[in-house]
């Protein structure tokens, strides 16, 4: 990432709303359900899944965290109203992880249930690091109340996430494994670019290993290319791993792999509480200040900066 690109990381929280919320619509299906799902039908005519989450996390009230969780029965209403090849991701602090530990197993509970009826997965995304055990210690206890449509995601970058494969093999987890994208602190977490790529090849040949279906979440290259070489070397059919992807994210990158007979999941991102997950989307942009100026120069000019899809 340029010099001044990292600055405008650092000062994007000061970036007025409607700037961020132009500069990240690519990243977002929009407020609706509707919006999601006319999205994931163009994504499923491309050959591509997709996982569907509804914006909304650290929320404050229980009833806010329960209308989330009701929310997700209509998104698998509209998954199969609209024939859809979608799961659902959600985030355990928008079902009130940190109001309390039980409302959020009840909320979680209710959503994996309604999938079950319809056949459908639940994705647990994982959050900063101060949820973690709790995250898996409701993974674990939902497994153990014999639910398995649900799947976990894992940090490459935290230094605990080989012995939490270990701990968690005998339940042959599903899991996203994914960089990690939370601030955390250097005693928990490698920052090294390196070694955060050496912990994710290490943690998919050790959850390949174990015999865990994979979603292989990342952009980068040089990752992709590693678990392709893996995948290969087991001699894995194309239904027993898959990449996912962010929406809006190198998607010509996801097209080679869609054309190569590879598995590709699309992150769905819709709601109205977009501010949060821009704000990191956008972070990760290497060429932010390319766009926060563009869109600047756009409205001078009167032409704004449109949705590149
Ligand atoms: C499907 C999916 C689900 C995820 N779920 C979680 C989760 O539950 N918890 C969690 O902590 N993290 C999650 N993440 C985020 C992840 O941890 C990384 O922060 C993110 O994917 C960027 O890492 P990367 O592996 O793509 O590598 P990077 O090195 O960050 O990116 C590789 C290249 O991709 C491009 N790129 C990446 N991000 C952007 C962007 N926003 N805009 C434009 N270009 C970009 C750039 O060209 C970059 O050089 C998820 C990611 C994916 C793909």
């Known amino acids: 990432m340029a010099v001044y690109d990292r600055a405008l990381v650092r000062l994007l929280p000061a970036v007025p709303k409607p700037v961020v919320r132009r500069i990240a619509d ?24 997709a996982t569907i989450d509804i914006l909304g996390e650290a929320i404050t009230s229980p009833d806010e965290a329960r209308a989330i969780a009701r929310a997700y029965h209509d998104v698998f209403d509209g998954i199969e109203r609209n024939a859809l090849d979608a799961n659902v991701s959600v985030k355990l602090t928008g079902l009130g992880l ?23 997965f639940v994705r647990i995304d994982m959050e900063d690091s101060s ?28 230094r605990r996430t080989l012995p939490d494969i270990r701990d968690l093999a005998p339940l042959r987890p599903n899991v996203r494994l994914c960089k990690g994208i939370y601030v955390e602190p250097e005693e928990i977490a490698f920052e090294d670019r390196q070694a955060i790529r050496a912990g994710f090849m290490a943690a998919l040949t050790a959850l390949l290993d174990g015999g865990s279906y994979v979603g292989i979440a990342t952009h980068d290259e040089f990752l992709i290319d590693d678990a392709l070489r893996q995948v290969a070397e087991r001699e894995l059919a194309p239904t027993e791993y898959e990449f996912q992807m962010l929406l809006g994210v190198r998607e010509p990158l996801g097209d080679e792999l869609v054309h190569a007979g590879h598995r590709l999941r699309i992150y769905v991102p819709f709601g109205e509480q977009w501010y949060p997950y821009s704000l990191r989307r956008l972070q990760e942009n290497p060429r932010i200040a390319g766009y926060v100026a563009a869109d600047t120069v756009g409205r001078l000019t009167g032409r704004g900066n449109h949705r590149g899809r």
């Open 98 to 120: 940190e109001l309390d530990y039980d409302l959020c197993h009840e909320n979680l509970e209710f959503v994996v249930r309604h999938a079950e009826v319809s056949s459908n």
């Open 26 to 49: 690519r990243y977002i299906a929009g407020t609706r359900l509707d919006d999601a799902c006319a999205l994931v039908t163009r994504l499923n005519a491309q050959g591509k899944l």
């Open 131 to 158: 949820t973690t055990d709790a995250t898996l210690a409701l993974y674990r206890q939902l497994r153990a109340a014999g639910l398995d449509n649900v799947g976990i995601v894992l940090q490459a970058y935290l």
